[in-house]
């Protein structure tokens, strides 16, 4: 399976500040990845069986992506 930072380059969003077009890259899925590491056991649970019945491979990768701690 392709790991977290090839599942997911991230979106870019240009930086309206300014005359240069600053590039501010967004790796969602990473950004979850990190928030469920840190996040209480029960809630973490919680929240995977709720993405699971809407994502299930979502909520499969973030599974085995949290099981490499």
Known sequence: MA???DR?????INNEK??????IAINGFNQ?????RI???AFR??????????DAA???SLREDL???
Not at 46 to 54: G, I, T
């Open 3 to 5: 790991s977290s930072k």
């Open 8 to 12: 997911n380059p991230g979106a870019s």
């Open 18 to 23: 300014g005359s240069s077009e600053e590039q």
């Open 32 to 36: 979850v990845l990190e928030m469920l």
């Open 39 to 41: 996040a209480d056991p």
């Open 45 to 54: 649970e919680s929240l995977l069986r709720r993405l699971a019945q809407r």
């Open 58 to 60: 979502l909520a499969r």
């Open 67 to 69: 099981k490499q701690l």
